[in-house]
């Protein structure tokens, strides 16, 4: 049995470890590994309840994006669909909405050819070493929950998401203090998302 870890897979340029999968799109990261493990995770969810979707603006994130969301609807989840939104807006809407799993897109500070899936469980936290293992098993034993045609899943828009988020930072921060900070923003090799 393999076990998560930081690891590159044989001859290629994908990493699997605790947080997800991630790689270079194409030669690493391909579209069958990316409908392989969220059928994984599908499967291997026990609560009923949304998923909570959202991607970062790379590239191939709307590749991604759509194979993840399909593969979920196939397996008869829920997906509550942020669009565009970071990986903590995708943690806090977990919590918010009590949603048992989600999934980010992104692939932080690596470089733009990069990407990633990363899953969460109940109340936004990256999987334990036990259930990132236990995925993994899915994953090589290509354990899957499809379902019939009329048990598919349903996707729903949550564009308020990110103003949540927001909102609780408000909140928990004296803004008039912090004021006078400059703050520098990081995309994160995103570019504008085309129309």
């Known amino acids: 049995m393999l076990s ?19 790689g270079i799109v ?22 009923d309840g949304p998923v909570v979707l959202a991607r970062d603006p790379r590239a191939s994130g709307l590749m991604i994006r759509e194979g993840a969301l399909a593969v979920l609807l196939a397996s008869g989840r829920d997906v509550v669909d942020l669009g565009i939104a970071s990986t903590p807006v995708v943690q806090h809407t977990i919590r918010r909405i009590g949603a048992p799993a989600g999934v980010s897109i992104g692939a ?10 990363k899953f969460f469980g109940r109340e936004g ?12 098993d899915f ?14 899943g349903k996707r729903r828009d949550d564009r308020a998401a990110l103003d949540a988020y927001l909102d609780q930072l408000a909140d928990a921060f004296d803004l008039d203090r912090l ?17």
């Open 4 to 22: 998560f870890g930081r690891r590159m897979m044989a001859g290629s340029a994908l990493r699997i470890s605790q947080v997800g999968v991630r």
């Open 108 to 117: 932080s500070h690596n470089a733009p050819e990069w990407n990633a899936l």
């Open 139 to 152: 994953y090589h034993l290509r354990r899957t929950a499809f379902v019939a045609w009329d048990r598919l």
């Open 179 to 195: 004021r006078r900070f400059r703050v520098v923003a990081d995309c994160c090799n995103g570019r504008r998302p085309s129309p």
């Open 26 to 47: 194409g030669p690493g990261l391909t579209a069958s590994h990316v409908l392989e493990f969220v059928a994984a995770f599908a499967a291997y969810l026990v609560e």
């Open 125 to 136: 936290r990256y999987l334990l070493s036990a259930e990132a293992n236990e995925l993994l």
